[in-house]
């Protein structure tokens, strides 16, 4: 099991509040994902963690889509400018080499002045050890099916090593 640092405090809000661009342009509302476990992950293609990550996703994916896991991917060009291409050549070389089925939304930033409010919002849960910023490519968070984050994994963490805490959200562990 990777390492899991739980918020010291609760937002007031859920994800359910915001509404994004998907990797397409068409509007999604995260409302729409109301009663599913969601793990959503900055991502990147350039990265040397991206075969890895994307690998375990898609098996995590294909797993336990039909029991109520949703996989949310942003890409993010901040760290090493690791994801330098257009929506339409991320999603390209996404679908493609690794075959993804899981949506993958509008490029945005994590940390700075541009920080997505999803992501400030993401960021705002007192993560302790954390702190606020996102540490590089791959942070990911699980999301209860509620709306509210509930863990924080490093970037290191291996999706598969998550199992154990995305089935016990889903009432299957």
């Not at 098996?59 to 257009?86: T, V």
Request: aromatic letters at 12%; glycine letters at 8%; a negative charge.
């Amino acid at each position: 099991m990777g390492i899991i640092i739980l918020p010291t405090e609760h937002p007031l809000q859920s994800i359910y509040d915001f509404n994004l661009k998907d990797a397409k342009g068409n509007d999604v509302r995260l409302s729409d994902y109301k009663g599913k476990v969601l793990l959503i992950v900055n991502v990147a293609s350039k990265c040397g963690m991206t075969n890895s990550n994307y690998t375990e996703l898609n098996l995590l994916y294909q797993k336990y889509k039909d029991e109520g896991l949703e996989i949310l991917a942003f890409p993010c060009n901040q760290f090493g400018d690791e994801e330098p291409g257009s929506n339409n050549e991320i999603m390209d070389y996404v679908c493609t080499r690794f075959k993804s089925e899981f949506p993958i939304f509008d490029k945005i930033e994590v940390n700075g002045e541009n920080s997505a409010p999803l992501y400030k919002f993401l960021k705002q849960g007192k993560w302790g050890l954390f702190g606020d910023d996102i540490q590089w490519n791959f942070v990911k968070f699980l999301v209860d099916k509620d709306g509210h984050p509930v863990a924080r994994y490093y970037p290191t963490t291996s999706p598969l090593s998550m199992e154990y805490d995305i089935k016990k959200l889903l009432g299957t562990g």
